[in-house]
């Protein structure tokens, strides 16, 4: 079983993916034992909040389907977001958001460094906020797998935002048995002035760079049959004080939020 890896992932990328919350989703699936056989994985979550990289789009619970197609080192990834109650645009019960992800593992060992880049296609669905893309390149080093994975990914916007947004984190995966997997983590999310002025629009004038929000977390992954695996999340989210703060007052749901969820995961 190798669960943990997919949840630390998933947390790192889906936190920086899609105007959603928990970085990119397909970076992190367990790979198949042979590179050239496709991998099919499909996973359903029930959220008790939607929240992206600090920003608090619905305070009431969400459903995030996703899919996700891996063969050699590439992977493609489709996430949705579906609001069950009316989110910060006024959207409910429907489509609020989607995001096409598409990644590549670079095939070297870099002194136990995983490298991917990839890029990602953000759309809104019911709504007048125009889709925009995003290039990435996360680095993850596994020299200390055992105990913790530092990972860094940066992320830059090529169309209607044109900033850049670094994403770092640390997390200490446990592998309780060959059953269940648990981790903790912490992960911190910093904005250049374009991107925070794009996701933190201020009256009094423009954003200066900065860090904007922090995540502490917990995850934890049972494998219930061969091919099935549960898993559940708990997360913590704050922002940055003074200007960032103000300006999710305008335009957020929170500024700090607790929220968690669970997620079944099938691999075909």
Same mark, same amino acid.
Do not use: C, H
């Given at each position: ?8 992932? !998933?947390?790192?990328?889906?936190? @920086? ?16 034992? =042979? ?37 050699? $080192? ?6 949705? %977001? ?11 019960? $429907? #489509? ?21 880049? *990839? ?6 669905? &019911? ?7 995003? #290039? ?18 940066? #992320? @830059?916007?090529? $169309?209607?935002?044109? *900033?850049?947004?670094?994403?770092? =984190? ?14 903790? @983590? ?5 904005? &250049?002035?374009?991107? &925070?002025? !794009?996701?933190?629009? %201020?009256?009094? *004038?423009?954003?200066?760079? *900065? ?11 049972? $494998? ?23 300006? !999710? ?20």
């Amino acid at each position: 079983m190798n669960k943990i890896m997919t949840i630390g992932m !998933a947390t790192l990328l889906v936190a @920086g993916v899609a105007g959603a919350q928990s970085d990119v989703v397909m970076v992190g699936q367990a790979p198949a034992d =042979d590179p050239s056989i496709a991998k099919v994985t499909a996973e359903a979550a029930l959220v008790s909040a939607y929240v992206w990289r600090g920003q608090v789009y619905n305070s009431d619970a969400v459903i995030q389907p996703q899919i996700t197609i891996s063969q050699y $080192d590439f992977s493609f990834n489709v996430w949705a %977001n579906y609001d069950l109650k009316k989110n910060v645009a006024g959207i409910s019960s $429907d #489509f609020s958001e989607l995001a096409l992800s598409l990644a590549y593992t670079l095939p070297v060992n870099l002194n136990e460094m995983e490298i991917t880049v *990839g890029a990602i296609n953000y759309t809104y669905p &019911n709504s007048l906020t125009e889709s925009t893309t995003e #290039f990435f390149a996360s680095a993850v080093v596994l020299s200390y797998a055992d105990y913790f994975i530092p990972s860094a990914t940066l #992320f @830059g916007d090529i $169309d209607e935002v044109r *900033g850049s947004y670094i994403l770092l =984190d640390v997390v200490a995966p446990y592998q309780v048995s060959d059953y269940l997997a648990v981790e903790g @983590g912490v992960s911190a999310g910093y904005g &250049n002035t374009a991107y &925070n002025d !794009a996701y933190f629009p %201020n009256a009094a *004038g423009d954003q200066d760079a *900065g860090f904007n929000d922090y995540n502490f977390y917990v995850n934890a992954a049972y $494998d219930i049959y061969e091919n099935v695996t549960l898993s559940a999340n708990v997360t913590y989210t704050f922002l940055e004080g003074g200007s960032i703060r103000r300006a !999710a007052d305008a335009n957020y749901e929170a500024k700090q939020k607790l929220w968690g969820g669970v997620n079944v995961i099938y691999d075909f």
